[in-house]
């Protein structure tokens, strides 16, 4: 699926973070917990790589609790990171991401040397509901859909802690194809970006191999095991009601149910990716990405080589 969102207010924050990098101590990344790899920003990564990073996976009370364990354990085994699990709606927060900071900066503190901390993360994984509860106030404005922050803020959590929150940014190609679908899923692209009905197959079929149990209890059909993902789709939109005239199941109603039951945490807690399933998804979309630049590199070889063919004199023109 072709999945290429890239606003200008995310130029801007591209260019944003180049510039504040330099004053930062350490980068806070929020990853949703659910798709940690997916929504991981290699982007990001490139302008901030040279910092300590501390990777905390929101909205883990919506994820498979032994998948999150896996990917805690992945991200704590990278030098300079730091990994938690956190649920936005928690009340208390702020002292473990201070923790957290401090250990993979403790040279920083006090008024002479106040931590200066950058949170990133993509559109819609709840960085903003996450810096309301830490200030206790509605400092940043939120809402269920991607986009919502659009300017760079200073915020003080402690004397000397200082945090700056970025617009949620996108990278401009998506080169692993799962990761496309399961940023959809989550809602962390423009609904406008993609067919929903396409999204709901994917993300089915997933579920399919790994919580159908949950799938099958929750929309209270048969077991979907030998179901096609067409199928359960259609069966899900029939249970739901989601009908068109003489019987026939309305699609993309349906996949607007599923998707929202798995946004909302209702269908089971679930998590659609393990440490190593995105390192195979992210090694075969890195060695498609290589074979295409290829490709495009020999084709613009070939038309150079054209042009200089042309560009040689006739040897009928040669005076001698």
Partial sequence: MAIQWFPGHMHLTQKAIAERIKDIDVVIELLDARLPGSSANPMLAELTGHKPGLKVLNKQDLADPACTALWLAHYNALPETRAIGLDASQTTPARQLIDACHALSPARGGMAKPMRVLICGIPNVGKSTLINTLTGSRKAKTGDEAGITKLEQRITLADDFYLWDTPGMLWPRIIVAKSGYNLAASGAIGRNAFDEEEVALELLDYLKGHYAGLVEARFKIDPIGALSDEEVLEAIGRK?????????????????????EFRSGNIGRITLETPEEFAQWLAAGQLLDAERAAKKAARGRKKGSGRREDAQPDPADDPA
């Fill in 240 to 260: 739901r009601g989601a009908l068109l005239g003489k019987g026939r199941v309305n699609l993309q109603k349906a996949a607007e149910i599923v998707m929202n």
